[in-house]
């Protein structure tokens, strides 16, 4: 190692080239020197420029990386204003969710809807505006926690509601909140949460929608997944059969939900988002909120929701990067798997991910790698976009069902390029 430490300034000018703004470059200069370690210094801004947000190439077989933001949905580009809460019609002031609202609420099916950041504000913004001070009805089995911090007793507690616990956690009857509803005077709600990432198998009771709808309280289901319809009509080919027992939209809704709240990042395939829809009477409680304003998306969310919104209503499951990847068949991804000259082609299982569905596999063809080559991957070969592998066993895989096509010869390149 040199003796003598170059100059701030120089090191970080040897830089310039990373495209890294300047300040950013002196940082790191200043601490590789007083870290005696100025060699170091095009590893540490290889780190930092890694350390910024960009596109990889998704081929861990996961179809909703939670690490990878989940659905795969491009970000907007836009360079105008938008008429956001602005009426063309008739030049005055609008609102963020009428237009998106109405879109949600015929999608599924019911009055209105309205849109916030996630699934979690959309559950705290309902119990906040339906319950606070007062009781809500959930069963035992149903106080889960989902993704690690959204857990339904602090949501619920955060909102200024209180539990009122119903059933046992493998059982939970109809008549079990009755009884709860009883002997608590003041329940305002019943809230039914999907158990989303887990499964109770066995000796087990679960109370239907259309069971609790008879309680004469208004009735919230959380389905979490956003999946709109079971029957899927934007798929040509229907439903998937692993999707089968997938609490739906539309058809909660119609089993006599008053209220459905799901994210927008999941079985949905769009960005981070949360949707609350059914009756209008309801949903007007939540917009006038003051929650409603805390946990208001911005404008490319919301541009990116109508998007996806308008795929769905054109029944173009195809457009739709998530229900594409879905849909794949088996010899198309063989195909691309074996038009790549690298590694050997494989079966593989495809999982749905983000904390949906847990016991499903997708059948899925990919590539075997011999050994762990995921860290050269996930560096970018050569320039190119990182590309996040499966490591098990010591090999390294790249499941195809994941890979948008249109990045198939880009994972070439690499492929051959780590030779
Ligand atoms: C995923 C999930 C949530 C949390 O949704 P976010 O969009 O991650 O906030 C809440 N409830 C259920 C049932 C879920 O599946």
Known sequence: MEKKPPSVNDLALSMQNSGIP??????????????????????????????????????????????????????????????????????????????????????????????????????LLVLSALATGQGVAISRSELVEIGGSFRVPEILELSGAYLVEVGTTNKTRVVDYQKAIEAHRNVAMALKVHQSNYKIVGFTEETTVEELSSLNLPLVADIGSGLLDSSCPWLSTGAPEWLAGEPAA????????????????????????GIIAGKSDLIEKCLRHPFARVLRPGSHTLVSLQELALRYLHRDGDKIPFW??????????????????????????????????????????????????????RRGVNGGLPIIARVQDGDTYLDFRTINPDHDELVAAALENLG
């Open 22 to 123: 300047h300040e950013l470059l002196v940082k790191e200069a200043r601490l590789a020197i007083a870290e005696g370690d100025w060699e170091s210094m095009e590893e540490r801004v290889e780190r930092l420029q890694r350390s910024f947000i960009q596109p990889v190439v998704n081929a861990t077989g996961v179809l909703l990386h939670t690490n990878l933001g989940r659905a795969s949905w491009g970000i907007p580009q836009s360079h105008f204003s938008s008429n956001i809460e602005f009426n063309l019609n008739d030049g005055n002031r609008g609102s963020r969710q009428t237009s998106i609202g109405n879109l949600f609420a015929q999608l599924c099916g019911t009055e209105s809807a309205m849109v916030v950041n996630n699934c979690s504000s959309a559950v």
């Open 250 to 273: 539309k058809q909660t809704l119609q089993s006599g939900a008053d209220l459905v709240t799901f994210s927008c990042d999941k079985l949905l395939g769009g960005p981070q988002a």
């Open 324 to 377: 594409r990847m879905a849909c794949f068949r088996e010899d198309e991804l063989l195909l691309r798997a074996e038009n790549i000259n690298a590694g050997e082609v494989t079966t593989m299982d495809s999982v749905p991910g983000g904390g949906t569905l847990p016991t499903v596999v997708i059948p899925s063809i990919g590539l075997k790698l011999p050994g762990d080559r995921s860290k050269e991957l």
